[in-house]
C-alpha cells in the first residue's frame, strides 16, 4: 500500500496532468497464464492438423497404390488365362492335325497295300499262266516225240549267226636263189602267221602281208622290187601251198584253215 505522502503526490500529479481526473487507481499486475495456455492449445491443434493431414495423404497414397497393383495383378492374370486358352487351342489344333495327318497315313498305307496285293496276284497270274504255257509246250513236245517227229532245233544266237567265220593261214616268201644269184637281194622277205576271213584266196594272203606287189591275182610280177628276170630269162616268182604247186591262180586258190603258203623266187625252173 502506498503512503499517505506518495498518495497525495500522486493525486497532486494526476491533477497536474490532467485536471478533473480522477486519481489512479492502485495497479494490479495482471495474469499472463491463460494466454500462454491459449497459445500452446493452438499448436497443439496446429500440429495434430497436420499430421492428420500427412496421415490422410499417405492414406491415400497408399489406397492408389494398392490398386495400381491390383490392376495390374488382373491384367496378369487376364493375360495368363488368354494365354492358356490359345495354348490349348494350339494343342487341339495341333491333336485336329495329326489325328488328319495319321489318318492320311494309313489311308495311304492300306493304299499301297491294295496295290502290292494286287500287283501279287497279277504276277501269281502271269506266274500261273507261263507254268500253263509251259506245260503246253512240254506237251507239244511228247505229243511230237511220241508221233515220231522231230523236236525244234534251239536258235543260235544272232551273235554267233552274224559273226563271221576267219581261216588262220601261215605265209612265207623265199627270195634265197635271187640272193644266191646277187647278193643285194635279200634271202628272205619275211614269215608271218595270218588270220584271214573264210574265202580268201593266195592272193589276199599275199596282199595281207604288208609288202608291196606288182601284178595281179592271175600273174605276180614283182615282190618288194625284186621282179622277173632279174636273175636271169627264166627268173620269176611262183607259189605253193602245202608243198605242192598249184594248177590255179593265185586269185582262184581258196585258202583253208591251216594251209601253208610258200611264195618262192625262181632263178631257173626246177630249182624251187
Same mark, same amino acid.
Given at each position: 500500500?502506498?503512503?499517505?505522502?506518495?498518495?497525495?503526490?500522486?493525486?497532486?500529479?494526476?491533477?497536474?496532468?490532467?485536471?478533473?481526473?480522477?486519481?489512479?487507481?492502485?495497479?494490479?499486475?495482471?495474469?499472463?497464464?491463460?494466454?500462454?495456455?491459449?497459445?500452446?492449445?493452438?499448436?497443439?491443434?496446429?500440429?495434430?492438423?497436420?499430421?492428420?493431414?500427412?496421415?490422410?495423404?499417405?492414406?491415400?497414397?497408399?489406397?492408389?497404390?494398392?490398386?495400381?497393383?491390383?490392376?495390374? &495383378?488382373?491384367?496378369? %492374370?487376364? *493375360? #495368363? +488365362?488368354? /494365354?492358356? =486358352?490359345?495354348? $490349348? !487351342?494350339? @494343342?487341339?489344333?495341333?491333336?485336329?492335325?495329326?489325328?488328319?495327318?495319321?489318318?492320311?497315313?494309313?489311308?495311304?498305307?492300306?493304299?499301297?497295300?491294295?496295290?502290292?496285293?494286287?500287283?501279287?496276284?497279277?504276277?501269281?497270274?502271269?506266274?500261273?499262266?507261263?507254268?500253263?504255257?509251259?506245260?503246253?509246250?512240254?506237251?507239244?513236245?511228247? &505229243?511230237?516225240?511220241? %508221233?515220231? *517227229? #522231230? +523236236?525244234? /532245233?534251239? =536258235?543260235?544266237? $544272232? !551273235?554267233? @549267226?552274224?559273226?563271221?567265220?576267219?581261216?588262220?593261214?601261215?605265209?612265207?616268201?623265199?627270195?634265197?636263189?635271187?640272193?644266191?644269184?646277187?647278193?643285194?637281194?635279200?634271202?628272205?622277205?619275211?614269215?608271218?602267221?595270218?588270220?584271214?576271213?573264210?574265202?580268201?584266196?593266195?592272193?589276199?594272203?599275199?596282199?595281207?602281208?604288208?609288202?608291196?606287189?606288182?601284178?595281179? %591275182?592271175?600273174?605276180?610280177?614283182?615282190?618288194?622290187?625284186?621282179?622277173?628276170?632279174?636273175?636271169?630269162?627264166?627268173?620269176?616268182?611262183?607259189?605253193?601251198?602245202?608243198?605242192?604247186?598249184?594248177?590255179?591262180?593265185?586269185?582262184?586258190?581258196?585258202?583253208?584253215?591251216?594251209?601253208?603258203?610258200?611264195?618262192?623266187?625262181?632263178?631257173?625252173?626246177?630249182?624251187?
Amino acid at each position: 500500500m502506498p503512503s499517505s505522502n506518495e498518495a497525495q503526490q500522486l493525486e497532486t500529479t494526476d491533477e497536474r496532468i490532467a485536471p478533473g481526473a480522477p486519481a489512479c487507481e492502485e495497479h494490479t499486475p495482471a495474469r499472463v497464464g491463460a494466454p500462454v495456455i491459449a497459445g500452446i492449445a493452438l499448436a497443439v491443434v496446429l500440429v495434430l492438423a497436420c499430421v492428420g493431414g500427412a496421415v490422410f495423404a499417405s492414406g491415400s497414397a497408399f489406397q492408389a497404390s494398392q490398386g495400381q497393383e491390383d490392376a495390374t &495383378a488382373q491384367q496378369q %492374370s487376364s *493375360g #495368363a +488365362a488368354e /494365354a492358356g =486358352q490359345n495354348q $490349348a !487351342a494350339s @494343342q487341339e489344333s495341333a491333336s485336329q492335325q495329326g489325328e488328319g495327318g495319321q489318318q492320311e497315313a494309313t489311308q495311304e498305307a492300306s493304299a499301297e497295300g491294295e496295290n502290292a496285293e494286287a500287283q501279287t496276284q497279277g504276277q501269281e497270274a502271269a506266274s500261273d499262266a507261263a507254268g500253263a504255257s509251259s506245260q503246253s509246250a512240254g506237251s507239244s513236245e511228247s &505229243a511230237a516225240a511220241l %508221233s515220231g *517227229g #522231230a +523236236a525244234p /532245233a534251239s =536258235q543260235e544266237p $544272232a !551273235a554267233q @549267226q552274224q559273226a563271221a567265220a576267219t581261216v588262220t593261214v601261215t605265209l612265207t616268201i623265199d627270195s634265197s636263189n635271187a640272193h644266191a644269184y646277187n647278193s643285194d637281194y635279200p634271202s628272205s622277205m619275211g614269215s608271218k602267221t595270218l588270220t584271214l576271213e573264210e574265202g580268201a584266196t593266195v592272193w589276199d594272203a599275199l596282199n595281207a602281208m604288208g609288202v608291196s606287189v606288182r601284178g595281179s %591275182s592271175t600273174y605276180v610280177r614283182a615282190i618288194n622290187g625284186l621282179s622277173e628276170f632279174d636273175c636271169g630269162n627264166s627268173s620269176g616268182w611262183m607259189y605253193k601251198v602245202n608243198g605242192s604247186f598249184p594248177t590255179k591262180t593265185c586269185g582262184n586258190y581258196v585258202l583253208s584253215d591251216g594251209d601253208s603258203v610258200l611264195w618262192a623266187y625262181t632263178c631257173t625252173m626246177g630249182d624251187v
